[in-house]
T-cell receptor, first 109, second 114 residues
């Protein structure tokens, strides 16, 4: 299984601060995706980074990928209360996209 | 509007009473998948389908069946539900997994088996 493991499990920060979440996985991948889940709702795709990319930006999101360490990080800059959610990485090899337990982010206004 | 629709959203049932959770997508996606989400265990894949008439087991297929007779529909069948199948279920679809296409998720179906 390509299941990613997110770290930390939970993160609490003040509004305006940056939030960093990490993801580790076990085997070679083609791509790695990050998703967000508001409490009890369906996951929403945030950003995809391909195995030949090292860094990618989308608005306030910055994703890095280190294939040699089999790890990725998601940085949310200038966090807002609306960013409160769980965040999942999804390493993608072939046919199966699997998820870990996520990082639960709380942004305090 | 592009969406993945699951029904029912909430269901309480009893052990052994067969039930079906429907999933339909209107995006002409080839790939569809079912996940269950449990506290502390994250999302675990139950079954997936690469295209019509092609289905495969995920990580936790026991106690579930699926079918993919039409491209848009991917029902999840619990032939004889048991309390350990109490969970939050998500259906997801993607144009194709090749090239890293994103998954679109339904809003979830919360199932309680008494």
């Amino acid at each position: 299984s390509q299941q990613g493991e997110e770290d930390p499990q939970a993160l609490s920060i003040q509004e305006g601060e940056n939030a960093t979440m990490n993801c580790s996985y076990k085997t070679s991948i083609n791509n790695l995706q990050w998703y967000r889940q508001n409490s009890g709702r369906g996951l929403v795709h945030l950003i995809l980074i391909r195995s030949n990319e090292r860094e990618k930006h989308s608005g306030r999101l910055r994703v890095t990928l280190d294939t040699s360490k089999k790890s990725s990080s998601l940085l949310i800059t200038a966090s807002r209360a609306a960013d409160t959610a769980s965040y999942f990485c999804a390493p993608d090899a072939y046919q199966k996209v699997t998820f870990g337990t996520g990082t639960k982010l709380q942004v305090i206004p | 509007e592009a969406q993945v629709t699951q029904n029912p959203r909430y269901l309480i049932t009893v052990t052994g009473k067969k039930l079906t959770v429907t999933c339909s997508q209107n995006m002409n996606h080839e790939y569809m998948s079912w996940y269950r989400q449990d506290p502390g265990l994250g999302l675990r894949q139950i079954y997936y389908s690469m295209n019509v008439e092609v289905t495969d087991k995920g990580d936790v297929p026991e106690g579930y069946k699926v079918s993919r007779k039409e491209k848009r529909n991917f029902p999840l069948i619990l032939e004889s539900p048991s309390p350990n199948q109490t969970s939050l279920y998500f259906c997801a679809s993607s144009l194709s997994l090749q090239g890293g296409r994103e998954l679109f998720f339904g809003e979830g179906s919360r199932l309680t088996v008494l």
